[in-house]
T-cell receptor
Framework: QQQVKQSPQSLIVQKGGISIINCAYE??????FPWYQQFPGKGPALLIA?????SEKKEGRFTISFNKSAKQFSLHIMDSQPGDSATYFC???????????FGSGTRLSIRP | DTEVTQTPKHLVMGMTNKKSLKCEQH?????MYWYKQKAKKPPELMFV???????INESVPSRFSPECPNSSLLNLHLHALQPEDSALYLC??????????????FGPGTRLLVL
């Protein structure tokens, strides 16, 4: 019940295309859903985050779609660029100073 | 400023050595975290400090010993590690008890190799 399932494991998208990563959770007590971007040899960096009372959040080329009834959320990267090539982790948590439950990660590669 | 700094960047140690990892933040965060990340895996929580007190220990072996000397600093003392402890060790920090400010900010990590 504590798991966050993420797919796909890896994704190749042409430059300018849309990258879509999906996640699903079981624990309805989660109240915060961040996405982290990680480049090789670096720490994860917050990309965008959403709360379950919002169905969509957009920041620049990045959009989170959230379906509370289905317990699913997804990251859309519009106009994907080679610089977006990284590993993306969806995550979920409840409250502050708590354990973040990470998805397994998606290795995104944007082809020029 | 959302920067968490970690030193050293890289560390190689033998199984009998004692070493320490250091983490620092000046964002006024009162929660600090240690994570361990193996290659191609998500970060795994090790410890959480809230108001400089240990609040979560994810059943981490005693060869890892955390310390929070003040609200800006977090240390991880290492002793008698095993080769399987080789990993990227990440520090993170966040606000505490402020709804809408739960984001954990990660440092760049220390790449540890145990020989």
């Amino acid at each position: 019940q504590q798991q966050v399932k993420q797919s796909p494991q890896s994704l190749i998208v042409q430059k300018g295309g849309i990258s879509i990563i999906n996640c699903a959770y079981e624990n309805t007590a989660f109240d915060y859903f961040p996405w982290y971007q990680q480049f090789p040899g670096k720490g994860p960096a917050l990309l965008i985050a959403i709360r379950p009372d919002v169905s969509e959040k957009k920041e620049g080329r990045f959009t989170i779609s959230f379906n509370k009834s289905a317990k699913q959320f997804s990251l859309h990267i519009m106009d994907s660029q080679p610089g977006d090539s990284a590993t993306y982790f969806c995550a979920a948590s409840r409250g502050s100073a708590s354990k973040i439950i990470f998805g397994s990660g998606t290795r995104l590669s944007i082809r020029p | 400023d959302t920067e968490v700094t970690q030193t050293p960047k890289h560390l190689v140690m033998g199984m009998t050595n004692k070493k320490s990892l250091k983490c620092e933040q000046h964002m006024g965060h009162r929660a600090m975290y240690w994570y361990k990340q193996k290659a191609k895996k998500p970060p795994e929580l090790m410890f959480v400090y809230s108001y400089e007190k240990l609040s979560i220990n994810e059943s981490v072996p005693s060869r890892f010993s955390p310390e929070c000397p003040n609200s800006s600093l977090l240390n991880l003392h290492l002793h008698a590690l095993q080769p399987e402890d080789s990993a990227l060790y990440l520090c993170a920090s966040s606000h505490l008890g402020r709804v809408g400010h739960e984001t954990q900010y990660f440092g760049p990590g220390t790449r540890l190799l145990v020989l």
